[in-house]
């Protein structure tokens, strides 16, 4: 291991990795950052209704709706380190110390797989109800409540990581252009794994909308069948479309390294009454 410079200042790693420091304001940095806080404030606004509207209603207090609030807890995160981000940032960056710096990157790495993770927990308690034709699923609530706690443990670790380990102040030939004090194997990691957990995430919806739409073609000439069986199918659709949104904005997010801000899974109950009747019943 080389010589480490915990005692450098950001100016120093930016001019290491190559990437330009701005050093006073310009224009366009004034309109990112007015516009970056207009939108967290809204975000944080609308997580926090949605977070309100899930424990005041007992009709939402269901495996699915905790895990959307969980949902929604992730994106009130990502509000957050974007607020954070939005008053570190341009010229500010270079006064910033190496564990300020380390913070700013850890909020957004941690809130970014927070709704990753999250939706996957999704995706898998949807496949869950539909295979066992529920509208809910009947999870115990001390299982959805570890599941809920078993994200915010891995996302919080992955935020601290790179300021405890995995970090390039000691190998300056490792830092990364993109984010200067981080290591592009750390990076490469992160980038693979959220693409993983997205690939997993469109397998299980596509599973489920072929397995739905195998299941209504079997019954759509059977006269208890429900009339709306077609609205069904394309909502499945729609449903796998929006599941493809947040990891076009993770791409971007990753490419750039701008926290583009987790996309929200606003959706009703993809199955809110069921396909079809059984025979000889109401």
Known sequence: MGQCHHNETIVFFYNNSGKELATHWRPKDAVVVALGLTVSLLV???????IAAIACNRRFHQPIYYLLGNLAAADLFAGVAYLFLMFHTGPRTARLSLDGWFLRQGLLDASLTAS???????????????MAVQLHSQLPRGRVAL???SVWAAALGLGLLPARLWHCLCALDRCSRMAPLLSRAYLA?????????FLLMVAVYTRIFLYVRRRVQRMSEHVSCHPRYRETTLSLVKTVVIILEPGLALAAWWRWGVNLGPQRLRQKSLFAEPLCYPPHSK
């Open 147 to 149: 599941l809920i706690a």
């Open 44 to 50: 944080l606004l609308t997580n926090l209704l949605v």
């Open 189 to 197: 990691a992160w980038a693979l794994s959220s693409l993983l957990v």
């Open 116 to 130: 990753v993770a999250t939706l996957l927990a999704i995706a898998v308690e949807r496949h869950r109800s539909v």
